[in-house]
T-cell receptor, first 123, second 114 residues
């Protein structure tokens, strides 16, 4: 498997523009997470989906942020309009959510596999 | 409030030396604790996971410890190599909460100098 795929890897845009980040999770995984990482705040969970359904979006900073997962193999994170303070690295991660004694064994514990990230710069 | 505190924030050591990174947490009820390694320009990758009943677990030159009573974990790196230069992130899962129950530390930035 190629792992979690994110695009673009780098995005530079001007304030006010719409930005769309894309993610393809690992095939077979049923949970998908969007994170934002900055030096000051570390990794912050923005939103996560289980079986394509948004479960918790309490980390989404403002209405300018929206995320969709139209199917099990694709998700987008959109920022409209973008602002300079949105500059950060955005990570997508996926996992196989299951019980403690699920098919993958006791030791799986829903490990999240991260993509390479999208470095967003808003000028 | 669930919190994960890591120390030091950054660390510079010479190649070949050992080092220990610390993680203190207040997450409750505790489920497990995972250490991630994040190379520059890449996403985090899991190094090891500790459950309540485990005190020590090794993965090559990496050894993680967990003291569930004091709510502390450490990651010890033996005979450091240049490739160990990275950020190390401690993540604690609680067994009841939302957001998939994860609380992230801000990480320790480790630099190995030749």
């Amino acid at each position: 498997d190629a792992g979690v795929i994110q695009s673009p890897r780098h995005e530079v845009t001007e304030m006010g523009q719409e930005v769309t980040l894309r993610c393809k999770p690992i095939s077979g995984h049923n949970s998908l997470f969007w994170y934002r990482q900055t030096m000051m705040r570390g990794l912050e969970l923005l939103i996560y989906f289980n079986n394509n359904v948004p479960i918790d979006d309490s980390g989404m900073p403002e209405d300018r942020f929206s995320a969709k997962m139209p199917n099990a193999s694709f998700s987008t994170l959109k920022i409209q309009p973008s602002e300079p303070r949105d500059s950060a690295v955005y990570f997508c991660a996926s996992s196989l959510k299951q019980g403690v004694f699920g098919l993958a064994g006791v030791g799986s514990y829903n490990e999240q596999f991260f993509g390479p990230g999208t470095r967003l710069t808003v000028l | 409030k669930n919190q994960v505190e890591q120390s030091p924030q950054s660390l510079i050591i010479l190649e070949g030396k050992n080092c220990t990174l610390q993680c203190n947490y207040t997450v409750s009820p505790f489920s497990n604790l995972r250490w991630y390694k994040q190379d520059t320009g890449r996403g985090p990758v899991s190094l090891t996971i500790m459950t309540f009943s485990e005190n020590t677990k090794s993965n090559g030159r990496y050894t993680a410890t967990l003291d569930a009573d004091t709510k502390q974990s450490s990651l010890h790196i033996t005979a450091s190599q240049l490739s160990d230069s990275a950020s190390y992130i401690c993540v604690v899962r609680n067994s009841g909460g939302g957001a998939d129950g994860l609380t992230f530390g801000k990480g320790t930035h480790l630099i190995i100098q030749p």
